[in-house]
Structures are given as structure tokens and as C-alpha cells.
């Protein structure tokens, strides 16, 4: 109710007791005022309250919500269907028709909280009994010296699971494991490598790979959106099995101390085997080598066709003479000079045996009877410039891109400086040094119509593009040749019928690491090519120190012993790649006339 | 009216409250299903990889090698050969169906000699 400013009976008092009546009107509009002024601050003050009860409220809120998510474990997302994307934290591996390499298996670790154990002294002994390796004494310290976790075993079998399992001690847990499994054990060893645990945890551990494809390939490997499609290698797990069968029997006949073979489809740069022998089980990788002394070649672990850098030998003349061919200084009827010995400045290039095939000698008898000389010739023609070009072009130069991680540390030993006498040696595979991967993917050029193909160990869906390192024409004559080396040459035992195995052997002496050669020890190298009336496919087979002691002298020339085990090779694996021997042609069935 | 509404309010306010309780029930009830519906296919996967893991153990080609070796007398297995390719001229036509032999047939006509009839 409003009052008065000038209430009538104050007024009239006023008046009477003679004060100002104006005083009371004034007096009246300050109590309005103070009135107003006391709700007016009510109101705001509960709507400053509101305000902060609000904000509060609001901050207590999402306080608490970001407090939960902190301290909550994650879980899947249970509502939600879960495909078949992740199984594995590691993708499979197989080969080229889907047959497993490499795949996972769930294993368990054992682990031990020594602050749980009822009897640590009997636990250990009885741990010690289900693994023998494990000490007893050690095992006992270990768990009695106070500390909370030990680690015992990174992977049990289930039988040894169970084992433990009746132990029944409380402080002795397991953690779930996924464990890299090899099935084919020591198949493929050198291009698979190998894995180990990296980061281990009580529930799981990451698996990374250590060597070979797994490693180069690790991320593609564990990338999660790709861990359902098992990466596809090229290789073919038969002709992958034959090619080590044949080759670890021909090491073995050939007293060698290693081998290696690469089988290699001359359109698409694919290998389809690459085998290095002395092999190892990828599932129990051997220690690396830790003896100073040794050389790489003599631990299992190292890969001969990827990393083993050789003087690669007569097959290289084949190069030469392309080039001279593609640059028109030779024909392959073209006459040169043969006469040996040759001497160039205080350098004698003599034949294998001391022979002489001179004075003249065709190109194509060059190759198929692999003059020295012959071949020193036509690259003096060529040059040192044309010729570190070709071969570079060819990629001697440089590590093969295949996907391995120890290709690109194998760098082809290079001569620092190139006079004419390098010039002359590198022209048969001399002072010059390089894989026999190199060696593969530059015979797949000559087979492929003279385009280079890139190595690779995955499948490819089609033919390759690449760069023209040479005509067509060359490429064809330089395979004709090639071919006469089988037919008439020095390869003669590497005739497998109905398959026109052309190729060229080389036979060279191993440096001694002090300098020099040694005069008993060689690398044999066989590069071949077949069919030859449409190559296909470039085989190379290597033999580290091989020696033939089935005649009465001791042979150690490729033609004794890299090439009848790559006939043997051709002649299995051919009919497994569906390849069908050329032969005559059947005599049709006509009526013959006969006479009585 | 108004305790009318009052009542039908409360009736269903009791009702929609029945509901969300079996509603709460229901959905823990399908989503413990569905953890054991993922256990179980999470442990049928991990057995379909030990067992593809152990086909291709079992199949790898050192003891298909030693199999083959061990049961030649039965199976007579060979490495594949380029001698095994044949031509498709050397399969043979195939033979003209003969007639149903369960039926019988008046045939009128000569014999012919027996080095004939094998043709």
C-alpha cells in the first residue's frame, strides 16, 4: 500500500505547532526511497545467488564428469558390432596363392608377485624341475629379496601353462601373449627375418619385427586399419621349398660353404624364391655372431643373395658386349681380338687355364666360351665413361630397393677411380662387387626386351613400367647368345630339354681380406634365362666355395657346379610355374604308305 | 475432476516407472549378452587362427616331402616333371554312348567277323 507523502493529520499538526510541512514531505520520499532501494537490493542479491548457484552447479558438473573419465579403465565400446577389423595386432603374412608365412598365436607369460607367494622356497624348486633352464638358488634370491614382480617366463606352451597351473601358488600369474608363429620353420628364413617382444606390459606386449621383410615392413605390419589383410609376398611357397631342397642338396654334393638362389619373373620384377643357405628357424632367431674375427658370411643369420657383395665374375661380359651391340661397335658376327695373353701396361689379362682362344674369336664365341680377352677388348672400345653409365643405368650403383632391411646396407663395392684397366676388369666381373640380386635385376632387363624391372617381394597385379636401358633388339641378341653358351659353351651342363636355358657362368676368386686372392677359393655364379625364345624368368644361383671332387680332378669352374644345380633347379621348378617344356612336336597320326 | 486427473497422473507416472525399470533390466540383460556373444567370438577367432596356424604347420612342405617318401609304396608321389605335360592331342575322343543294354532288340542283319566288333 502506497502511504502519503503528505498525510493530512501530520500535515494539519505541523501547521498548528507552526514547523515546515515540507519537512514531512521530504522525510516521507527519503523512507519511499530507502524502501525501494531494500527491495530493489533483495532482488538483485537472490539473483546473484541464483547466478552462483547456477555456475557451481555447472562447474561441479563437468568436474565431475572430467574427474570419472579420468579415473575410469577404458572399455570397448560394448553396444556397438565389432567387426572382424581387429583381430591381430600384427597382420599375417603369406605367400603369393594365400599360403600362411608368418601369422599370430595367443600364448600366455608368466610372471610372479613374490609378495603373494605362500611357499616361495617349493615354488622355485618346482619351477626350476618345469624349466630346466631356469636355476633353482636364483630363482629362490629373486623371490625372496623383496621385491613385488619378477618376470620368469616371456612364453609358455599350454602343456607347460598347465604345469604351472599345478604348482598352485597365488603369487605365480599369467598375461595373455600373442606370439609370432613361422609354420614352415626355416622356409624363406632370410626373407621373413624375424620378431621379439618390444614394449612389455602385464597384459600384452607389442611385437616388432627384427629382420628381413618384417622389419622393413614393420609399420605396415602393426597399422591397425590394415591388420586384417595379410600382406601378400611374391613368393610361392612350393617353388620356394623346391628351389632350398635342390640347392641345399647341391651344397651339400659341391662340399660349399654357402649358397643362394634368386628366382626372379622377368616382366614384373616379382621373386618367386629367394633362397641363402646356411638357413635358420625365424622362430628361434640364433644369436648374431659376436666373435670379431668372423666374417658375416659365417653366421646363418646373414643372407647371401641380398647381402652378400661378390665379385660376380664372367657373368658380367654379358654387359659389355649389350652395350657394344647397342652402340654399334659390334655385330654379333663381328671379329675381335682374342689373342691371349694380353698385356696392358704392367697388367697381364690372361684366359681361365692359361688357353688361348685367339687370335680372333666372334662376340657370340666371346660369350659362349668366355674369353677374358675378347671381352677386355670390346670395353676398351667402349670406354670407362659409356661403360660406368650402363652399368649404373643397370643399377650397379646403388642398393637394390627390395624390401628387405638389410638391402640397403649391402652397397656394391665400387672401384674409387676409373682408369682403362678397371675398365678392362669390371668387363668380366673383376674389382667391381655386387649381389647377386644386382646380378638379377639386370638380367631381367636383357630378359624383360631391355626395360629394367625393380626388385620387389610383394605381389604386383601386372606388368611394370620402367626404363629402357637398351633396345629390343639388343636384348634378344644378347639372349641368343646367352643361349649358345648352354648350347655350345662353358654352361653345357645346364641344358634342362624343352626349356632353351640360356645363360652365363662366372667363376671368380674370393678376396682375401688382407689383399690379394685366394688361389683355391672361388664364388661361382650362374645367371640364367629361360625360355630363351620368350624369356621369362631369371634364375641366379651362387656357390660360395664350392668344390667338385666327383671326377679325378678337382673342378671348381661355375660350369662344374653352380650350373648343373641350376638345371636341376629349372628343371623342377618350371613345371610348377606351369611352364611347358618345348618339345618336338608330336608326329601326327597320318596314314604312312607302305609298300608290300 | 481434478482428483480424477490427479490420479490418473500418479497411475501413469507409476506405470512409465515400471517401465524404465524393466527397460534398465532389459538393456543390462542384452549388453551382458552381448559381451558373451564377443567373449565367445573373440575365442572362436583366436581358435580359428590356431587351427590355421596348424594347417599350415601341418602342411608345411618338409613333411609333406617326408610323407610323401614314407607312403610311396601306396601313393607313388614324384616331384612334378617336365615329362608330365601332355598334349591335348593325346587325350582321346570320347566314346560314343552305347546303347542301353537292359532293352532288348529285334536286329535283323549278318554277324559281323569277331575282329570287327571291338571297332
Known amino acids: 500500500m502506497r502511504v502519503p507523502l503528505r498525510p493530512l493529520a501530520r500535515i494539519l ?101 613374490p609378495r603373494e607367494m605362500v611357499d616361495p622356497k617349493g615354488t622355485a624348486a618346482r619351477l626350476a624341475e618345469i624349466f630346466p633352464d631356469l636355476d633353482a638358488a636364483a630363482l629362490e634370491r629373486r623371490f625372496t629379496d623383496g621385491r613385488s614382480f619378477v618376470w620368469i617366463r616371456k612364453i609358455l606352451s599350454p602343456e607347460q601353462m598347465q604345469l604351472v597351473h599345478e604348482i598352485g601358488d597365488p603369487g605365480l600369474l599369467f598375461g595373455p601373449r600373442e606370439m609370432r608363429l613361422y609354420p614352415n620353420g626355416t622356409l624363406a628364413a632370410h626373407v621373413l627375418g624375424g620378431s621379439s617382444f618390444g614394449a612389455e606390459g602385464v597384459h600384452s606386449a607389442e611385437v616388432i619385427g627384427v629382420a628381413g621383410i618384417e622389419k622393413a615392413l614393420d609399420a605396415r605390419l602393426r597399422d591397425p586399419a590394415q591388420s586384417a589383410a595379410p600382406l601378400t609376398l611374391s613368393l610361392d611357397l612350393s617353388i620356394q621349398a623346391t628351389v632350398e631342397e635342390v640347392l641345399a642338396a647341391g651344397m651339400t654334393m659341391l662340399n660349399a660353404k654357402g649358397a643362394a638362389a634368386i628366382l ?70 663381328t671379329m675381335v681380338d682374342a689373342n691371349a695373353p694380353m698385356v696392358w701396361g704392367k697388367h697381364k689379362i690372361k684366359e681361365f687355364d ?10 657370340t664365341d666371346i660369350i659362349a666360351k668366355s674369353s677374358n680377352v675378347g671381352t677386355a677388348h670390346i670395353a676398351l672400345m667402349i670406354g670407362p665413361l659409356r661403360q ?59 630378359a624383360n626386351g631391355g626395360v629394367m624391372v625393380q626388385p620387389t617381394l610383394l605381389k604386383r597385379d601386372g606388368p611394370t613400367t620402367g626404363v629402357r636401358v637398351m633396345t629390343e633388339e639388343t636384348a634378344r641378341a644378347s639372349v641368343d647368345m646367352l643361349r649358345r653358351v648352354v648350347v655350345e659353351g662353358t654352361a653345357s651342363l645346364g641344358e634342362v630339354p624343352g626349356y632353351e636355358v640360356a645363360g652365363k657362368t662366372g667363376t671368380a676368386d674370393k678376396p682375401k681380406a688382407s689383399g690379394g686372392y685366394y688361389e683355391d677359393k672361388v664364388v661361382n655364379t650362374f645367371a640364367a634365362v629361360f625360355p630363351a625364345s620368350n624369356p621369362q624368368y631369371v634364375l641366379i644361383v651362387t656357390l660360395d666355395e664350392p668344390l667338385d671332387t666327383t671326377m679325378s680332378e678337382d673342378r671348381r669352374t661355375a660350369g662344374w657346379t653352380a650350373v648343373p644345380v641350376a638345371a636341376e633347379i629349372i628343371r623342377r621348378v618350371a613345371p610348377l610355374m606351369g611352364l611347358r617344356p618345348k618339345l618336338e612336336p608330336p608326329a601326327p597320326d597320318a596314314v604312312t604308305a607302305a609298300s608290300n | ?72 609304396d601306396r601313393l607313388g608321389l614324384m616331384p612334378m616333371e617336365p615329362t608330365q605335360f601332355g598334349t591335348a592331342a593325346a587325350v582321346a575322343y570320347p566314346r560314343p554312348p552305347m546303347p542301353d543294354v537292359s532293352l532288348t532288340f529285334d536286329v535283323q542283319g549278318t554277324t559281323a567277323p569277331p575282329d570287327l566288333q571291338d571297332q
Open chain 1, 388 to 446: 660406368q653409365a650402363f652399368l649404373k643405368s643397370l643399377g650397379f650403383f646403388e642398393p637394390t630397393p627390395v624390401e628387405l632391411i638389410e638391402a640397403p646396407g649391402a652397397k656394391p663395392l665400387i672401384p674409387k677411380k676409373w682408369p682403362e684397366i678397371v675398365t678392362i676388369t669390371t668387363s668380366y666381373g673383376h674389382g667391381m662387387a655386387a649381389s647377386p640380386l644386382h646380378l638379377a635385376a639386370a638380367y631381367a632387363a636383357i
Open chain 2, 1 to 72: 475432476m481434478r482428483p480424477f486427473l490427479s490420479i490418473v497422473t500418479f497411475m501413469a507416472l507409476i506405470a512409465l516407472g515400471f517401465w524404465a525399470y524393466r527397460e534398465n533390466y532389459a538393456t543390462q540383460a542384452a549388453l551382458k549378452e552381448v559381451d558373451q556373444l564377443q567373449q565367445e567370438i573373440q575365442s572362436l577367432r583366436e581358435a580359428l587362427s590356431v587351427q590355421r596356424a596348424e594347417w599350415a604347420y601341418l602342411n608345411r612342405p618338409d613333411r609333406l616331402r617326408d610323407l610323401a617318401a614314407a607312403n610311396f
Open chain 1, 264 to 333: 626372379m619373373d622377368a616382366r614384373t620384377g616379382e621373386i618367386l624364391s629367394l633362397a641363402s643357405l646356411p638357413t635358420f628357424d625365424p622362430n628361434d632367431r640364433p644369436a648374431p655372431l659376436v666373435d670379431k674375427d668372423a666374417e658375416p658370411g659365417d653366421s646363418p643369420l646373414f643372407n647371401r643373395a641380398v647381402q652378400g657383395v661378390y665379385e660376380l665374375g664372367s657373368t658380367f661380359k654379358i654387359f659389355a658386349v649389350a652395350q657394344a651391340l647397342e652402340l654399334g661397335l659390334v655385330s654379333p658376327d
Open chain 1, 13 to 113: 499538526q505541523a501547521r498548528q505547532d507552526g514547523l515546515n510541512p515540507d519537512l514531512i514531505e521530504r522525510d516521507n520520499l527519503r523512507k519511499r526511497h530507502e524502501d525501494m532501494q531494500d527491495r530493489s537490493r533483495g532482488h538483485n542479491q537472490w539473483r546473484l545467488k541464483a547466478m552462483c548457484l547456477t555456475f557451481t552447479l555447472a562447474f561441479a558438473a563437468i568436474g565431475t564428469r572430467m574427474s570419472i573419465l579420468a579415473a575410469t579403465v577404458p572399455v570397448e565400446p560394448r553396444a556397438s558390432v565389432q567387426g572382424a577389423e581387429i583381430i591381430a595386432q600384427r597382420a599375417d603374412i603369406t605367400d603369393r596363392n594365400g599360403r600362411l608365412l608368418a601369422t599370430n598365436m595367443t600364448t600366455h607369460a608368466l610372471y610372479a608377485h
Open chain 1, 354 to 363: 692359361n688357353k688361348n682362344y685367339g687370335p680372333l674369336l666372334s662376340v
